[in-house]
């Protein structure tokens, strides 16, 4: 099985950045899509950025593309998620997940998702 803890949360000014991880375990780490998502209060979680299956692409919601950078070390077993001009709109809770197939943007390919970490946004 794999566990995933995300951090790196936090409140930050419009403009300003933040740069998220997630500490995966399991030896399966290196062969599971892994995708970043995100939940504002009342809305639903929503797709943020993911790598392909083959992990030589990657994919950004249109909201962040050319904002957020997926990233992944294998020997740290840790993805992360680098967030810069940040706007009030990208306030939410921020969750990595993981899985095995399917469409990189649909919840429901992801088996195991971490805990999620705070970020707050103000202008």
């Known amino acids: 099985q794999v566990q995933l803890v995300e951090s790196g949360g936090g409140l930050v000014q419009a403009g300003g950045s933040l740069r998220l991880s997630c500490a995966a375990s399991?030896?399966?780490?290196?062969?599971?899509?892994m995708a970043w998502f995100r939940q504002a209060p009342e809305k639903e979680r929503e797709f943020v950025a993911a790598?392909?299956?083959?992990?030589?692409?990657?994919y950004y919601a249109d909201s962040v593309k050319g904002r957020f950078t997926i990233s992944r070390n294998n020997a740290k077993s840790t993805v992360y998620l680098q967030m810069n001009s940040l706007k009030p709109e990208d306030t939410a809770v921020y969750y990595c997940?993981?899985?095995?197939?399917?469409?990189?943007?649909?919840?429901?390919?992801?088996?195991?998702w971490g805990q999620g970490t705070q970020v707050t946004v103000s202008s």
């Open positions: 399991g030896r399966t780490f290196s062969s599971r899509r």
């Open positions: 790598f392909s299956w083959s992990g030589t692409s990657t």
């Open positions: 997940a993981g899985g095995r197939s399917g469409t990189y943007y649909d919840t429901s390919i992801y088996d195991y």
